[in-house]
C-alpha cells in the first residue's frame, strides 16, 4: 500500500521568503508527527496531530513555524520569513494510535523535503 | 547531557562479524524503544522495538532492553555491506513522540 508522502521534495528559498511543507499520511492513520532534521544529526520532534487537533507544539523553534491539518488527514507546515538556520529535512511521520497493541505506536516515514535556504 | 547518547562512530565491523550498537537515555519515563535504520539521503526505516526488559529478536538482529539501566542495545548478527547505515536509537515518550539520538555510523567491509 501506499506510504507516508511528502512535497515537494526539495524546495530552495531565499532568506526571508515564506514555504509551505505538505505531508500525505498513510490511509488511516490518526497520528501525524514532523520532525526536523539537521545535517548529520538525529530528527528532532516539532509537533503532533492526533486527526485535527495539535496535540503537542512544544518542539516548533520559533512562532515563525506553523502546522495545521484542518481536516485530519493532509498536513502542511509552514515556514514564514525563512532563515538560514532554517535549512534542514523535514520529515513527516504517520501513526495509528495505541489500542493496546504495542506495534500500533510505530511511526512510519515519509522521503522528507530538503529545504535550503540561501 | 543530551536526552538520547549514541556513539556516533564510525563502527566498522568486517562482514559477516557481529556489530554492537549501544544506546542511553535519560527519560524514565520512556515506555518503547525503536531502532531505525537510515541510509545517507533517505529517512528513517523501522529496524524492530522492544518495550519489555531482555532480548528480542528478529531476524539477524536483536535488541536487548534494560531500564534500571537506562540502556538499550542492538546487534546485528552477521553484518552484510548492505547494512552499512546510520542507526538510530529513539525512545517514546507520553505522548508519542520520539526523541532520537544522533545515531551511529556503521560500515561493514567486504
Known amino acids: 500500500g501506499a506510504g507516508v508522502s511528502q512535497s515537494p521534495r526539495y524546495k530552495v528559498a531565499k532568506r526571508g521568503q515564506d514555504v509551505a511543507l505538505r505531508c500525505d499520511p498513510i490511509?488511516?492513520?490518526?497520528?501525524l508527527f514532523w520532525y526536523q532534521q539537521a545535517l548529520g544529526q538525529g530528527p528532532e520532534f516539532l509537533t503532533y496531530?492526533?486527526?485535527?487537533?495539535?496535540?503537542?507544539k512544544s518542539g516548533l523553534p520559533s512562532d515563525r513555524f506553523f502546522a495545521e491539518r484542518p481536516e485530519g488527514s493532509v498536513s502542511t507546515l509552514k515556514i514564514q520569513r525563512t532563515q538560514q538556520e532554517d535549512s534542514a529535512v523535514y520529515l513527516c511521520a504517520s501513526s495509528l494510535p495505541s489500542g493496546g497493541s504495542r506495534s500500533t505506536d510505530t511511526q512510519y516515514f515519509g522521503p522528507g523535503t530538503r529545504l535550503t535556504v540561501l | 547531557q543530551k536526552e538520547v547518547e549514541q556513539n556516533s562512530g564510525p563502527l566498522s565491523v568486517p562482514e559477516g562479524a557481529i556489530a554492537s550498537l549501544n544506546c542511553t537515555y535519560s527519560?524514565?519515563?520512556?515506555?518503547?524503544f525503536f531502532w531505525y535504520r537510515q541510509y545517507s539521503g533517505k529517512s528513517p526505516e523501522l529496524i524492530m522495538f522492544i518495550y519489555s526488559n531482555g532480548d528480542k529478536e528478529d531476524g539477524r538482529f536483536t535488541a536487548q532492553l534494560n531500564k534500571a539501566s537506562q540502556y538499550v542495545s542492538l546487534l546485528i548478527r552477521d553484518s552484510q555491506p548492505s547494512d552499512s547505515a546510520t542507526y538510530l536509537c529513539?525512545?517514546?515518550?507520553?505522548?508519542?513522540?520520539?526523541?532520537f539520538g544522533g545515531g551511529t555510523r556503521v560500515l561493514v567491509k567486504p
Open positions: 529513539a525512545p517514546q515518550s507520553a505522548g508519542n513522540k520520539l526523541t
Open positions: 490511509s488511516g492513520h490518526v497520528s
Open positions: 496531530f492526533q486527526n485535527e487537533a495539535q496535540l503537542d
Open positions: 527519560d524514565r519515563g520512556s515506555q518503547s
